[in-house]
C-alpha cells in the first residue's frame, strides 16, 4: 500500500510554501539498498562494531586491519544501486532554486542518484588521502582483495587512508560552516534516516529550526529529531520520499 495520511499532507504543506530546502541524510536512506546501517542489525564486521575501526587509533594500530574492513563496506557500496529515496531527494532538488543536502553517507548513492548541490559531511568511501602529502584521490574502480595490503600513494610513497572523518576527528575545512549557514536560512529541512546520535550533523537541523525551518524527519523509528520535528513520517524513507515528491505541485 502507498503511503498516505495526514503527516504526508503536512509535510507536503511545509515543502510546497518552503522558498530554500535543506535535506539531511544518514545511513537509513541507504538502508533500502541493502547497505547496513551503523547501529541497527547487520552492521557488524568480523565482530567489530563502526566505532571499533572508524577511529584514528584504529588506523594506527592497524591500518591492514581497517582497509580491509573499508574494501568490504566500499564493494557493498558498489554493489548497491539508489532505491527510490535517493531518487526522490534527486527530484526534490530540481523543486527547489536554493537546495543543499547534506549527506552523513560516505556512500556515494545520492551521487549516483544525481544530487549535485550535496556536501559529503563524513567524506567519500570511494577516495583515499595521503598520510604523508595529504593528496585526495579516486579509489581504483575495484576495490580487490579484503586482505591486500593498504594501499600508498603513487607521487610521495605514503600510506593512504581513507578520505572519510572518523571518530574524534575534525570536519573537512568548510562543510559544517556551509551546512550550519544554510539552515539557518532555509525555510524547511527534511531529515530523513539518521538516528541523531552524532554531532554536529543532529544538530544542523535543530540549529535550523530554532533559526525558523520547519523541520520534517523521515525515520521509522523515534529519535531526537522526530521528538523535535513539526511533522514526523514514521515510515521507510524508499515509501515516504517518493509520496512526499509525488504530493508537491510541478
Ligand atoms: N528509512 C529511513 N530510516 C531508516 C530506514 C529506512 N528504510 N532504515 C533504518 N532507518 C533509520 C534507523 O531507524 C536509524 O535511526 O536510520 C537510522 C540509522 O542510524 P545510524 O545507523 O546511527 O546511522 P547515521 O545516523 O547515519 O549515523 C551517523 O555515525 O558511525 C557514524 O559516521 C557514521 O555517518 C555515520 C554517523
Known amino acids: 500500500m ?4 495526514p503527516d504526508l499532507d503536512r509535510a507536503a504543506e511545509i515543502l510546497a510554501g518552503a522558498e530554500s530546502l535543506l535535506v539531511l541524510t544518514g545511513a537509513g536512506v541507504s538502508a533500502e539498498s541493502g547497505i547496513p546501517t551503523f547501529r541497527g542489525a547487520g552492521g557488524l564486521w568480523r565482530n567489530f562494531r563502526a566505532e571499533e575501526l572508524a577511529t584514528p587509533e584504529a588506523f594506527a594500530r ?5 582497509w580491509s574492513w573499508y574494501r568490504w563496506r566500499r564493494r557493498i557500496c558498489l554493489e548497491a544501486s539508489p532505491n527510490a529515496g535517493h531518487l526522490a531527494i534527486a527530484g526534490l532538488e530540481d523543486r527547489f532554486p536554493s537546495f543543499l543536502l547534506a549527506t552523513q553517507n560516505v556512500d556515494g548513492l545520492h551521487r549516483r542518484a544525481s544530487s549535485r548541490r550535496m556536501l559529503e ?4 568511501i570511494h577516495h583515499s588521502r595521503c598520510t604523508g602529502c595529504g593528496t ?3 579509489l581504483p574502480a575495484d576495490p ?3 586482505d591486500a595490503p593498504p594501499p600508498r600513494c603513487a607521487p610521495c610513497g605514503g600510506l593512504l587512508r581513507p578520505h572519510i572523518v572518523w571518530f574524534g576527528e575534525g570536519y573537512h575545512e568548510g562543510v559544517l560552516e556551509t551546512a550550519f549557514a544554510f539552515a539557518r536560512t532555509a525555510g524547511a529541512i527534511l531529515v530523513a534516516g539518521t538516528s541523531a546520535m552524532v554531532w554536529p550533523p543532529a544538530a544542523i537541523a535543530l540549529d535550523g529550526q530554532a533559526h525558523g525551518a520547519a523541520l520534517i524527519d523521515v525515520n521509522p523509528e523515534e529519535t531526537e529529531i522526530s521528538r523535535a520535528a513539526d511533522v514526523w513520517l514514521a515510515a521507510p ?5 517518493p509520496a512526499l ?3 508537491l505541485p510541478r
Open 144 to 146: 580487490g582483495p579484503e
Open 62 to 66: 592497524d591500518p591492514g586491519l581497517v
Open 2 to 5: 502507498a503511503f498516505d495520511g
Open 136 to 138: 585526495v584521490a579516486d
Open 245 to 247: 515528491l509525488a504530493r
Open 237 to 241: 524513507s524508499g515509501e515516504s520520499l
Open 121 to 124: 559531511l563524513h567524506g567519500s
